[in-house]
């Protein structure tokens, strides 16, 4: 079995080596064909090529031009212009100057277009020779260098976009003349100058789109020396030693630059009063205005730059310190990177400003042409050149600070052991986090009027709302303590100045809120009559709710725990009132919600305004004969059972009285006082008195009547046929009597 199967292989193989020897022929046979033929075939390629007609021009005719060798292009190239040239003689007059100036544009569009498609220039990048230790200069020259690379990726990187839109927009304008090639007649010279239009554009097309890949391969290469250049940063970061500065050079260059820095001040001092008197002088000179406002800028920018250099020599001498274990005991790490994060981050910020400040001095035409104003205005420019070199210096300077500082944190922290290692990553790392906050927070959004509005102050203003608004809540809860205190009696009072504080805490806290945004109310006069305006048109019902609101606090009349009954024969003890509604709570446990101004122009009853206790009447009857003076005493038991009744007040006792003959019964009435209870739940008193006293009567044999009728028939009564109806009908009459 074993040999069948190593047979069977064997074949196989055999067939595939076979086709694959043909398949191997059959390329070769072309190729050297093509070998064979040599220069003959190119030629006869070439003489089989003619240039297109410039008014009936091809959908393919730019292969001609792009899909064979550069010297053979350059050829076509030159064929087809000395055509277009000699299809341009038939005009005349200005569509001839146009075309002989389209066809000059074109040659020198090809040129380029040439070049282009040679690629980009051979960057060729040597790294600096590697070596086994770094100096601290040595590593910021190689961070240095790697700057340069990122600044040139950037720059690079907008050229793309830049290109790439180009191209976008080339390819539109290229189908809007082929379109309008289409459409002009064949015969006219417009054809022709329609297709330089045509040729130009795509001339210009595959110009862009050859740029853009240029670029991006000019990207690819930079990218590629700065990760070179990137480890080999990583390498001489590890590799660092501190043998090439002593203490003396360390305090030397110290005080250096902490000179450098008070003769940068003294000469921005000196400045300011130049451009003081530019500005007050009695005749106004622009240029000289602007001259001294660039000076000032750019001593600005030295005076910045030498802070800079100085707090570089610092944090450079704390890391010699730090490796020669030099550094003061109480030196904090995390208080030095904050220092050196906000100190960079604020010269950035000011960078921003002077560098618009001097492109826009670069970019502007002198306001006139007289000799002292184009004098003036030439030595700004120079000195805005100067500003922008200096800026780009402080941009370096900034990365240094925060290079080194970051390499002193990190050996720092890892020269720690245990827990305080652990302690001072933890400590960095919210440090940091604070900072980022700290930024984001400090970051302009808008203006009102001249204060600028940041995160930061929104969430000031949110916390001073907050502060009112707790502050509201802590007076409302002693009172609230108050009241569990004292007798319920007060506790409307209680209530009315809790809401009454509230609103002129959280009214004060508004306006501090909004002042510390940079709200101006000394103009309260403009607010005033902007907040009329929106009264009358849209807040009208819901001002004239809270000043209802008001009213019912202020004026007493209605308070939290009455108990009030509307026209609308809504009862409920009321709960809450606000500053748009009040809400009563009913007997149903439902939470009525109602404005305040319904229940300041409506009528309403407040059964609790000035008692605590009411009276009730409720109507009963007995019938005919039955004794009065029992009926009393049953009653008057009936009201003693009643939970809420008031049986034992002075000038409060119940009282019976009879008050109808009525047609079917004697008609008494009960009139007893209840407590504020029973005030709240007339319904339940009345069911509970009704109940008591119906099983008292029952008890006692006195009965409780019902309405009767008496139905009388006439004795002479007879049925009376009626002639044109079916069956007949009786007749009866009934007499109503009174009801016993």
Known sequence: MYKTNTKNWSLRLLKITAWLLLATYLTAVPATAQLI??????????????????????????????????????????????????RTKGLDGDELVTAQNGLAYIRSQFELLALARQGPLDQRYDPPLAKKTYFIDELLNLRSQWRALVTSATQVELEIEQSQRKTSLLQDRRDKILRDYSSTDPESPSRILAGINRITARVEYELAR????????????????????????????????????????LQKAKTEANAKVVEMTEKTAALQPQLLNALTADTVNPSLELLRKQQLTRAFAEAELAQLQAMLVTVKSNWYYFRDDLLEPGFDVQSATTQARRVTDEALRQVELWSSTSQSTLMNPPPDTSLNTVKNFEIAQSVARDTLAFIGQIRSVSDDVLFVQEILTQEFISAQSGLSNTGARLSLAFGNAWDRVYEVSDFHLFDIGDTPVTPAGLIKMLLILGLAIGISWLIRYLLARGVSKRQAAQSPAFYALGRILHYIIVMAGSFAALGSIGIDFTSFALIAGALSVGIGFGLQAIVSNFVSGLILLFEGTMRVGDFIELDTDLRGVVKEINTRA????????????????????????????????????????????????????????????????????????????????????????????VSRQGVRRPGRTRAHFLWELETLLVENGVEIPFPQRDVHFRSDFRVTPEPASGPESKSESESDTSED
């Open 37 to 86: 033929a040599g220069p003959k075939a190119a030629e006869t390629n070439e003489e089989a090529w003619e240039a297109p007609d410039l008014a009936a021009l091809p959908s393919d005719w730019w292969s001609a031009l792009e899909d064979v060798p550069a010297k053979l292009t350059s050829q076509r190239v030159d064929e087809f212009l000395d055509a277009l040239g000699q």
């Open 210 to 249: 050859v740029s853009t890949e240029n670029f991006r391969k000019t990207l690819k290469l930079i990218e590629t020396q700065s990760q070179l250049l990137s480890e080999q940063l990583a390498y001489a970061r590890d590799h660092l030693v501190s043998t090439d500065a002593s203490l003396a050079d």
């Open 582 to 673: 009040t809400v009563i709570t009913s007997n149903d446990s439902v939470d009525v919600v109602v404005p305040n101004s319904v229940l300041v122009t409506t009528q309403l009853t407040n059964w609790t305004l000035r008692e605590s206790y009411g009276r009730m009447r409720v109507p009963f009857g007995v019938a005919y004969g039955s004794d009065k003076e029992l009926v009393r005493d049953l009653a008057l038991e009936a009201v003693k059972r009643v939970d809420c009744a008031l049986t034992h007040m002075p000038d409060r006792e119940p009282q019976i009285r009879l008050v109808n003959f009525g047609d079917n019964a004697l008609e008494f009435s009960v009139l007893f006082w």
